[in-house]
């Protein structure tokens, strides 16, 4: 485990999610209010990237099937999703954002 700098804070904007790469793994990272949230970026039903998604009211819906996962635990809650999504601990430093994984 070893934290990335992947993005500044400037990238995400409020209400948003972005798609990065931390050695090949693909990770979505939220602005919820100001505060930054990292999730695996593919969605466990099938194959989509949550970060082509919606964000709303803390969660993330899938673009294929419409499953909606919680962003900041991970929990799959609606749709066809059954498998809850993978979180990763997030941290900012200066206008920096650091993942670990
Ligand atoms: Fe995400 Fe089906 S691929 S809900």
Redesign the pocket.
Known sequence: MAWHSVAKTSDVTEGEVIGVEIEGTPIAIYNLDGEFFATHNV?T????LLSDGYVDDGKIE?P????IFDIRSGKAEE???DEDLQTFPVKVEGDALLIEI
């Open positions: 969605c039903h099938a194959f989509a899938c294929l099937h419409q499953g749709g066809p999703v």
